[in-house]
Each structure stands twice: as C-alpha cells, then as structure tokens.
C-alpha cells in the first residue's frame, strides 16, 4: 500500500489479486444477495483508491482492509436494518469428477447447516469468526478492525466457535 501510495499502480494490482478473493466472501457471506455484495465490495475499493494519500502504516494492511470493509458493511445495515450474516452463499461449487450425487446432497446438507448455525449466532460472533475463518485474521487484527480489545475478540471467537459446535454435532 505505500508503494500505491507513492503512484506505484501495479503495487494496487498486486494487492487487489492477493485479497479479492477473500474480501469478496467475506462481503458476500455478509448481506448473502450478489448483487448487493458485488456493489458493497467494489465500494469498498474505491475507499481504498480514495484513502491512498492518507494511508498511514498502523496496522497489517488486511486488518486496515477489513476495518473499511466493516465501517461500510455496519453503515448499509444502519440504513437498511440488515443483519450481519443471514447465511452462506447456498450455490454449490461444480462437482469434481466421480463424485457422488449422494455425497453432493450430503455436502449441501451440511452447508446449510452450518449457514443456519452461522445465521444463529450473534452478530458480534458472526463477524469475528468470518474475519477470523475467511480473511484469516489474527484476533489482534479482529480486534483493530472491529474496535473492540483482543480480550473481547477472543471471547467472541470462543462463544462462535462452541455454538457452532453445537449446533453442528462436533464435539
């Protein structure tokens, strides 16, 4: 990001290629409409290209990433009253070849289940597991993109984490 700062627009390239993929599932996993996830997530973008000049080197670029991303993800659910995570995106990947139509049915079902124990969580505890577990944050980089202490990320990630458990069947 300082070389983009500097005007380096392949060092914006770069980093865009390195964290669309997980930035965007993050977003989509988040509001679970495309559309509204392919215009949050390009928002979220263009406040980076805007903050260049003002980009100042406090935190992980990630963690300084997904705290844009969480400040414009809170503002639309303000707007709109939308809650943080109502499941994961239902479509199922193309299957691999000899694999079983049993086993794709078994692999859905247990994604919906885990959409529906995800959706059941807490707002707090969604967004902090999907950080954590899909933009593979650390919890001090949870931490300083949600503004809350490491201490409350970390019990946010515990309470996620045992719910889950639960409402899954792992012990």
């Given at each position: 990001m300082l070389a983009y700062r500097q005007g380096d627009a392949g060092?914006?390239?770069?980093?865009?290629a390195r964290h669309k993929g997980p930035l965007y599932r993050f977003v989509l996993r988040a509001?679970?409409?495309?559309?509204?996830a392919e215009e949050l997530y390009q928002e979220i973008w263009m406040r980076v290209i805007e903050a260049r000049g003002r980009y100042a080197v406090r935190a992980k670029f990630t963690t300084w990433l997904y705290t844009i991303a969480h400040h414009r993800l809170a503002d639309?659910?303000?707007?709109r009253g939308l809650k943080l995570v109502e499941a994961l995106e239902a479509d199922?990947?193309?299957?691999?070849?000899?694999?079983e139509p049993e086993a794709r049915a078994e692999g859905r079902q247990g994604l919906q289940r885990l959409a529906a124990a995800l959706a059941a969580l807490p707002e707090a505890q969604r967004e902090t597991f999907l950080l954590h577990e899909e933009a593979g944050m650390t919890?001090?980089?949870?931490?300083?993109?949600?503004g809350v202490t490491e201490e409350a990320a970390k019990s946010r990630l515990r309470y996620a984490l045992a719910k889950l458990r639960e409402a899954l069947g792992d012990d």
């Open positions: 060092a914006f390239e770069a980093l865009y509001v679970k409409e495309r559309a509204l639309h659910w303000r707007k199922d990947p193309p299957a691999p070849r000899g694999f919890l001090g980089e949870v931490a300083a993109a949600t």
